[in-house]
């Protein structure tokens, strides 16, 4: 008989705070059967998809953070704030900068790494750190005082896996800036350049979202360089493996995604680019207690498929639901897989462009000044939902 009703609590951990593992952490603490502690290296959310407006002003960089400790309190978690030193599944402990922590069930949400190139220091990353998003504006600014400028804004993919890949922020935050800089007056004495080593950025948008996006930006007087892969960076711009290069003041750029430094350490089965291996339902392969979702994860399914924040939270529910059922002794499972989608509100300043993508279905639809507010919006409805100041809609 499935045990529906335990005497003892089990203990589950949940390694990160980003999307996944705060997503991971409330499902489990919705059930009566857990003690969930939620471990972050930072004491908050970082709202990622509207860091990109912190560089310009638009918004307070105190709007890009929720608390975990607002988050933990709405839903009966608790909370160590602590970098993570190694992960021993064979004990089933994570020991921590000050302490060691058991776990019965463990869920790996710590994001990823970078995969790095020379002079990556002479680079901002619009998907970096909080703080880089302050680098960002300082530099802006400084390039804005001094009346003109040089900015190349790219990204680059990992070829080991082609999911550890971030364009749209790219794009967002360059159509941003051309936005900004023609609100200013300064526009025509900026060079904007957008480049990126494969042929076609974009593509995994669908195959109508390469031509509407070059159209875009051969409409905004915006130069590309792409096709040509990256040697590397340096004080004053690009360099290209040919030996060209692309002169900068400023050089935004989000590097392919990696594996977590901490995972290289430990047991976990990861592929080529250092992601933990897991089955459908976000069950590492070779345990049956520990699960792993969002950027520390392999990502499997279609050519297309892309690590997004929304895909984080489809797998933290999973995890969430499957680690229930486990300990229920209920066989029923649910996976990821037949969700993955692409969903993207690319914010241009001055409205936006509505992108999905399914096995289904491949929509790029323009939006005007609506599509901007729509994504301001999502930004305050995130935070509310977090804290649990409005319900979920559904999803959403």
Same mark, same amino acid.
Request: charged fraction near 20%.
């Given at each position: 008989m499935a045990n529906t009703h335990p005497t003892t609590r089990k203990k589950v951990l949940v390694l990160g705070g980003g999307f996944g593992g705060v997503q991971a952490a409330i499902d489990l603490s919705k059930q009566d059967r857990f003690d969930v502690t939620l471990v972050s290296d930072r004491d908050f959310l970082y709202l990622f998809p509207i860091s990109i407006w912190v560089p310009l002003r638009t918004i307070n960089p105190e709007r890009t953070r929720v608390p975990l400790a607002r988050i933990a309190q709405r839903y009966g978690f608790d909370t160590v704030i602590s970098p993570v030193h190694s992960i021993n599944t064979e004990n089933d402990t994570v020991a921590l900068a000050d302490r060691e922590l058991d776990y019965d069930y463990l869920v790996v949400a710590m994001g990823g790494g970078k995969t790095s190139l020379p002079g990556m220091e002479h680079t901002l990353s619009v998907c970096g750190a909080p703080g880089a998003a302050l680098d960002i504006r300082a530099r802006i600014d400084d390039l804005i005082s001094r009346g003109s400028g040089r900015i190349a804004f790219g990204f680059s993919g990992n070829p080991k896996d082609p999911s550890a890949v971030r364009g749209g922020p790219v794009f967002e935050f360059l159509f941003n800036v051309d936005h900004l800089l023609r609100k200013k007056g300064l526009r025509d004495k900026f060079e904007l350049t957008f480049f990126a080593p494969m042929p076609r950025p974009g593509d995994r948008m669908g195959k109508n979202a390469v031509p509407q996006l070059n159209k875009m930006l051969a409409g905004k007087g915006i130069a590309q360089r792409v096709g040509t892969p990256l040697r590397g960076f340096d004080a004053d711009g690009v360099i290209f493996r040919d030996e060209s290069r692309l002169d900068a003041d400023l050089v935004i750029f989000v590097p392919g995604g990696s594996g977590h430094p901490v995972l290289e350490s430990s047991e976990l089965p990861l592929n080529d680019a250092g992601f933990v291996?897991?089955?459908? !339902?976000?069950?590492?392969?070779?345990?049956?207690? =520990?699960?792993? =979702?969002?950027?520390? +994860? &392999?990502? @499997?399914?279609?050519?297309? #498929? &892309?690590?997004?924040?929304?895909? &984080? @939270?489809?797998? $933290? #529910?999973?995890? $969430?639901?499957?680690?229930?059922?486990?300990?229920?002794?209920?066989? #029923? #499972?649910?996976?990821?897989? !037949? !969700?993955?989608?692409? /969903?993207?509100?690319?914010? /241009?300043?001055?409205? &936006? +462009?509505? =992108?999905?993508r399914s096995d289904k279905r491949e929509l790029l639809i323009p939006l005007p000044w609506i599509g901007h507010w729509m994504k301001k919006g999502w930004g305050w409805y995130a935070r509310s939902t977090k804290i649990g100041r409005m319900p979920r809609l559904p999803g959403l």
């Open positions: 291996r897991i089955d459908d !339902h976000g069950l590492v392969e070779g345990t049956d207690n =520990v699960y792993a =979702v969002g950027d520390s +994860a &392999a990502l @499997e399914g279609p050519a297309w #498929r &892309a690590k997004q924040g929304h895909i &984080a @939270e489809i797998m $933290a #529910r999973s995890a $969430a639901h499957n680690i229930t059922m486990a300990d229920r002794g209920d066989p #029923r #499972r649910t996976g990821y897989q !037949h !969700h993955l989608s692409i /969903i993207c509100v690319m914010d /241009i300043g001055n409205g &936006a +462009a509505f =992108v999905y």
